[in-house]
Each structure stands twice: as C-alpha cells, then as structure tokens.
C-alpha cells in the first residue's frame, strides 16, 4: 500500500512560480513511476508530467512543457513538481499519482492517488 500526501498549493499571480511536492509512504517508492495530474472545474482530469523510478525519463504535456519541471528524491520518498510561468489556465486541483511500474505514462493509469492540492492563479 502506498499512500500519497501533497502540498504545496496555493494562490499566485499570473508568471509566478509554485513547487508542488508530494510525500509518498511505502518501501516501493524507489521503484514506482510517479505522476502529477490535475483537474479544474467541469473539466476531466488531465496528464501534466511524470518521471520514470530512477528519475532519467520524464514527460510532460504540450501545455507545460519548458514552464513546469518534474523531479523526485528516492531517498526521501519525495516528488516535486517545479511551476513557473504561471497561467490562469493552470488553475486546477493538483493531484500526484504513482503506479507499480518503474514505467511512466500519460494516461491515468495509476494505481494510488493523493488527495490533491489546489493551485489557483490569477490573472
């Protein structure tokens, strides 16, 4: 069993920067790929980055690419997701996500999920 907790969030101005950090509990950690999703209001939840167990893959959709970074600490169960550039289209519940697999993908399939963490941006 793996539970993950997140934090982080907050309110920022448009071009501002927030680090989201999620603390994950369970010895699989190291192994595991993790990933970071959000969902805003009507909308689905949607793929935002995710990094391989060792750290040397990680992805990201179009829409944060060159403006958030993903990064993980194995040693101490730790997962970070670095925003800056802030847009009010990033405002949305932020959700980190890890699956038995050293392999990240895309999609949501992940097998555990935090409770999220609210990111809002004004303009």
């Known amino acids: 069993q793996v539970q993950l907790v997140e934090s982080g969030g907050g309110l920022v101005q448009a071009g501002g920067s927030l680090r989201l950090s999620c603390a994950a509990s369970?010895?699989?950690?190291?192994?595991?790929?993790m990933g970071w999703f959000r969902q805003a209001p009507g909308k689905e939840r949607e793929f935002v980055a995710a990094?391989?167990?060792?750290?040397?893959?990680?992805l990201y959709a179009d829409s944060v690419k060159g403006r958030f970074s993903i990064s993980r600490d194995n040693a101490k169960n730790m997962v970070y997701l670095q925003m800056n550039s802030l847009k009010p289209e990033d405002t949305a519940v932020y959700y980190c996500?890890?699956?038995?697999?050293?392999?990240?993908?895309?999609?949501?399939?992940?097998?555990?999920w935090g409770q999220g963490t609210q990111v809002t941006v004004s303009s």
């Open positions: 996500a890890t699956r038995r697999s050293q392999v990240p993908v895309t999609t949501t399939r992940y097998d555990y």
């Open positions: 369970g010895r699989a950690f190291s192994n595991y790929a």
């Open positions: 990094i391989s167990w060792s750290g040397g893959t990680t």
